[in-house]
């Protein structure tokens, strides 16, 4: 988690660079140079990445005690990065009690705590910035993946900034509008718009 997450405080955090704010354009590149991802299925469309093909099954066969099967999905407002979300899994159990007493040592005491089943879910903000730790002794691999037996705990941390959160606030406030207009007066921009929200 250290290495994970760079930044004193919730209102600086990133991962390793990639955060809230920074151009999409830069996220990506941070996804190859500090990570050596690769853009999944559906390309900039979904921006979502992570381990790749041959990539994962090497992965897999090194059993790294500190890490398993990763995945970042990006969410944009126009061209800037407004969430950042990181999902791990472990081959292995999670200490959460250890963990959440390191985390509240460095981010302070959350602002909400609460077990979720068999993990906890910590909720910080600050600075405009959002941070959300959701550590469990369960997955949440999808059902395709020929790996999921093998894991055991995963790891969840999201990241948002109260500009996208605002962003959000407003599309869908434009989205109610546009449902109201007869189908005739949309445009295709319009149409696009609601159907991604």
């Known amino acids: 988690m ?3 997450i760079s930044g004193d405080s919730v209102a600086h955090v990133s991962l390793h660079g990639v955060k809230p704010g920074i151009p999409y354009v830069d996220a990506k590149k941070l996804m190859s140079i500090r990570f050596s991802y690769k853009t999944a299925i559906g390309g900039d469309l979904i921006k979502e990445f992570g381990l790749i093909g041959r990539d994962v099954k090497r992965y ?23 969430q950042v979300k990181y999902i791990e899994h472990f081959t292995g159990p999670i200490d959460l009690n250890g963990l959440r007493s390191r985390l509240t040592e460095r981010f302070g005491k959350p602002e909400q705590f609460k077990f979720t089943g068999n993990g906890i879910r910590m909720t910080w903000a600050d600075g405009g910035m959002n941070l959300v730790i959701n550590p469990a002794n369960s997955v949440v691999l999808e059902r395709y993946n020929p790996y999921s037996s093998d894991y055991k705990s995963s790891l969840i941390v999201t990241m948002w900034s109260d500009d996208y959160k605002d962003y959000l606030t407003a599309a869908e406030k434009r989205c109610e509008g546009l449902r109201n207009k007869p189908m005739s007066e949309l445009s295709v921009q319009d149409k696009m718009d609601i159907m991604q929200g």
């Open 2 to 4: 250290e290495r994970l």
């Open 60 to 82: 897999k066969r090194a059993a790294r005690r500190d890490g398993g099967l990763i995945k970042i999905k990006i969410k944009t407002m126009d061209k800037t990065v407004g």
